[in-house]
T-cell receptor, first 114, second 113 residues
């Protein structure tokens, strides 16, 4: 069965520093991978996705993610963190060899310290 | 284009009661998925509907059910509510195509007392 792991419950980064939020996945076929962000009392907002092609994917708000097939990872990155990036981040995967459902990780809370 | 709309935003129910949540997808989207979000478990997949048919189902008891109407609007029902059903219930819609992302509503916060 497909699964997603976000190994860190919380990540703290100083404003202006680069940030990384980790995600690993397990699927039987090829993955479609997604990152979402959730602000308090809101639904999830789509940030970026990997379908095929370039391993480095660029998304909204200056975020990017790197797909690494050998390590089955899809880490979210940003070169310079902003306090407004503080939120809950979810990685998600869909297995192209299986059904249509998108499975989410448990989320990583990102704190950007001023 | 209007986003995904979930109603109501907040609900308080008593143990043993039942509840129905509603979701209106983005116009043209035929796939609607439901998720339960709790602090300890993250987002857990409940079920997905496509063109009025349940396409996928998560590992939830039969007390959780859903349906989709011909206009793609979806409802989720939880019967015999338990305290542990307190959660944020999120609905998401998707367009056609395997690589399409899901668009989420703001959720319904259900509190069972």
């Amino acid at each position: 069965a497909q699964s997603v792991a976000q190994p860190e419950d919380q990540v703290n980064v100083a404003e202006g520093n680069p940030l990384t939020v980790k995600c690993t996945y397990s699927v039987s076929g090829n993955p479609y991978l997604f990152w979402y962000v959730q602000y308090p009392n809101r639904g999830l907002q789509f940030l970026l996705k990997y379908i095929t092609g370039d391993n480095l994917v660029k998304g909204s708000y200056g975020f990017e993610a790197e797909f690494n097939e050998s390590q089955t990872s899809f880490h979210l990155k940003k070169p310079s963190a902003l306090v407004s990036d503080s939120a809950l981040y979810f990685c998600a995967v869909r297995d192209t060899n299986r059904d249509d459902k998108i499975i989410f990780g448990k989320g990583t809370r990102l704190h950007i310290l001023p | 284009k209007a986003g995904v709309t979930q109603t109501p935003r907040y609900l308080i129910k008593t143990r043993g009661q039942q509840v129905t949540l509603s979701c209106s997808p983005i116009s043209g989207h035929r796939s609607v998925s439901w998720y339960q979000q709790t602090p300890g478990q993250g987002l857990q997949f409940l079920f997905e509907y496509f063109s009025e048919t349940q396409r996928n189902k998560g590992n939830f008891p039969g007390r959780f059910s859903g349906r989709q109407f011909s206009n793609s609007r979806s409802e989720m029902n939880v019967s015999t509510l338990e305290l542990g059903d307190s959660a944020l219930y999120l609905c998401a819609s998707r367009g056609q195509g395997y690589g399409t992302e899901a668009f989420f509503g703001q959720g319904t916060r259900l509190t069972v007392v």
